[in-house]
């Protein structure tokens, strides 16, 4: 550890999904073993044993303090219901490695992940399509009555007059 400056693309399993071309490349990559799981049982497994055996894929289990940093963030910005276990292993990941020195760049389509990697300063590409642009911070309010409840869930009926919840965007930073 410790190559300085040196760039590697922490990748979900929506960043390989038709990127044959990351192994004809010289591109350092890395994901967790949760998502190195996932990558198999979506079909991904010739790829992610190409990857593997030509020592471009590495997998490393993120720390304990950087999954906690990212569920945080993930909380106050209520997107914490929308990132799974692995999305936040993935970001927490990113984290590691910017500490150890490389310049961590998370390749994912995922909204969630990429909002919350905007919120931590962690630099993110989508593939094949636009990244978002702003951070949104996510409020769940009450469409009869216009009450906010932020601990609640979409979907779930209102405390005061029983209408289903909905979530919407209240802020937006540009990036
Ligand atoms: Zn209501």
């Known amino acids: 550890m410790g190559n300085s400056d040196s760039l590697i693309f922490v990748v ?99 909204y969630a992940i990429q909002n919350i990697a905007s919120a931590l300063s962690i630099k993110f590409r989508s593939v094949g399509e636009r990244g978002i642009r702003e951070i949104i911070k996510w409020k769940t ?4 009555c216009s009450r906010l409840f932020p601990k609640r869930t979409k979907g779930e009926p209102c405390p005061q007059c029983g209408t289903p919840l909905k979530r919407r965007a209240v802020k937006k930073e540009g990036l």
Not at 15 to 44: D, H, I, N, W, Y
Not at 141 to 144: K, Q, T
Request: aromatic share 4%; with cysteine.
């Open 12 to 110: 979900d399993t929506s960043a390989l999904v038709g990127r044959l071309s990351f192994a004809a490349t010289e591109v350092q990559l890395a994901t967790t073993p949760a998502l190195l799981e996932e990558m198999k049982r979506k079909k991904l497994d010739s790829v992610v044993q190409m990857l593997l055996n030509s020592g471009k894929l590495r997998v490393i289990e993120p720390t304990p303090s950087s999954i906690s940093a990212v569920a945080e963030t993930a909380s106050v910005l209520g997107d914490l219901q929308y990132l799974s276990e692995p999305d936040q292993q993935l970001l927490a990941l990113a984290i590691d490695l910017t500490k150890q020195g490389y310049h961590a760049v998370v390749l994912t389509n995922d």
């Open 141 to 144: 309010y009450c469409p009869g």
